[in-house]
Structure formats: structure tokens, C-alpha cells
């Protein structure tokens, strides 16, 4: 039986940073980041609206904390507000350690998607 999510722009992935992300120096790149945040902001935009979406802008990207290889990274994102055609999603990023199971914010992110038909025409979105 199908079940309905009671909370649908909440989405939270989960990545291992491995060596093909990182520079030299052991640190992911920015742009992977960005990749991650923008997947995470079109899961949750689109599972909201329930339409495709596109990404119009990311901004406020704050970087607080190196990510190493290794490093285990928890990103959520959630639908923080909704215009016409358009939706602000807040993506938080998280290192975890795993020893003392702590969550340290590493960077966030707001994401504005808009919703898109069929035909990629805007598309007003129910709220
Ligand atoms: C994003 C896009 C659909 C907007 O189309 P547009 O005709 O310029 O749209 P509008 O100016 O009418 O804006 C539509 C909505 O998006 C918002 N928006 C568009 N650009 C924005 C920006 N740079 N910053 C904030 N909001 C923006 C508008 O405020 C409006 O919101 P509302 O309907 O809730 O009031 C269009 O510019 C586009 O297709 N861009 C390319 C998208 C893309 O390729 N992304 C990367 C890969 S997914």
C-alpha cells in the first residue's frame, strides 16, 4: 500500500567523501558541494510542487568547515517559502563524526527552483 509523506520538501542524502571529489590537499571542491546541494534542492522543490523544477539561482553559500576525504556528509533541504511559480529551498550541510555521533554545520545554501510543466512553461504552484 502506498503512503503519503507527511512532510514532502523534506529530503535529507547522505555521500562519503571520496578521493574524486577532493584537491590535492585532501578538501572537496566547492563545485562538488554545489552539485550536492543542487540535487538536494530539486528532490525537495519538486517532491513539494510535485512538478519539474529548475534551478533560477543558488545564493547565500556560506562554506564554515573543511570536508576531508572520508569525511561522512549529511545534506537536508527543505522548502523554506513559495511565490507564483517559485520556491526558496534551505539546503544545510553536516559533517558527521561518527564517534561522538555529533552533526557540525560545514555549509549552507538557499535555492530558488521554479516549477515547470510538461512543456518547460512556468507553471503556478498549489500551496
Ligand atoms: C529560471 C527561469 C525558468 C525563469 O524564467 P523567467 O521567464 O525569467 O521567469 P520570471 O522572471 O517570470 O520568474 C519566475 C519566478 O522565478 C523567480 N526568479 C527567477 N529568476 C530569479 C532569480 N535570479 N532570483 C530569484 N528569483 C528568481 C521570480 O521571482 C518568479 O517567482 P514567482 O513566480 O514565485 O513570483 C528561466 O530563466 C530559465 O529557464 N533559466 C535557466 C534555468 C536553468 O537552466 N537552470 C540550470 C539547470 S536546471
Redesign the pocket.
Known sequence: MAESNPCPSVVEVNHIVMPEHANPLGSVFGGVILGWI?LVA?MSASRYCGHN?????I?AVEFHLPMKVGDQICLRGKVSS??????VIDVDVFKVDVTSRQEFQATSAKV?M?A?DKQGN?I??NK
Open positions: 543542487d530539486v523544477v529548475v534551478t533560477a539561482k545564493e513559495v511565490g507564483n511559480t517559485s520556491m530558488i521554479v515547470l512556468k503556478k504552484i
